[in-house]
């Protein structure tokens, strides 16, 4: 009974969580869509004064992403702004005649990383992410743990208290297991365990279980 009760709450929490970060995410792409089409409006004609022949690069996203894109519309590049001959002067952080936004055109060549809500039952989490699309968007990220473990962040009431975890440490001369508070470790979804002997358990860690190496493994490997 009690299992079905707690079952049923992680459905309703994960469910609502899941809602929240859907609406956040709706929301937050179709303010960024508005406010790139307001950049769009509030152009200055001058802006790319030329009146460009197809093909032309143009703005084709505002909103996760901001990107540029080839278009074969002669009345797009013969519009006289927002139109631009090379990609790099679209996607260039916006100077003068150039750019379409502030800060240029997403870069997906970059490398990111970010703190996102790990577990919502029965403890509250974060847990790390280098997801670009995650990591790209401006709503359910945080660049640390402590941002994101703060109450009414990721988890109304914030994180529960950290636990650390049981990682395999040692391969030779002897199979081991050693403790850590890294939450980054711990809350990686993988190779962590409660405890030392989840950990030494043959098939956890250790594919035999943690102990000394022998001379018959060291022969095979």
Sequence with gaps: MRLAAGLLLLALLGGAAAARELSASVNDNERREAEGKASVAAAKPG??????????????EYAPYQKCGLTN????CGRGYLAFPTEDLCCAPQRGAVGVWASGCTDFSKTVSCWVAGQYFPTQSCRPSTEFA????????WASEDACCA????HTEGCSEALPCWVADAWYPART????????VCQR?????????????PGAAHSQGC????????EQA
Excluded: I, M
């Design 47 to 60: 802006a790319a004064s030329r009146f460009l022949k197809p093909p032309c690069f143009v703005p084709t």
């Design 211 to 218: 102990g000394a190496v022998d001379a018959a493994e060291v």
């Design 151 to 154: 109450a009414g962040a990721a």
């Design 177 to 184: 297991c050693g403790k850590t508070d890294d939450q980054g």
């Design 189 to 201: 979804g993988w190779g962590a365990y409660d405890s030392v002997d989840e950990c030494c358990a």
């Design 134 to 141: 995650t990591c790209s968007r401006n709503w359910g990220r």
């Design 73 to 76: 519309n002669a009345t797009l």
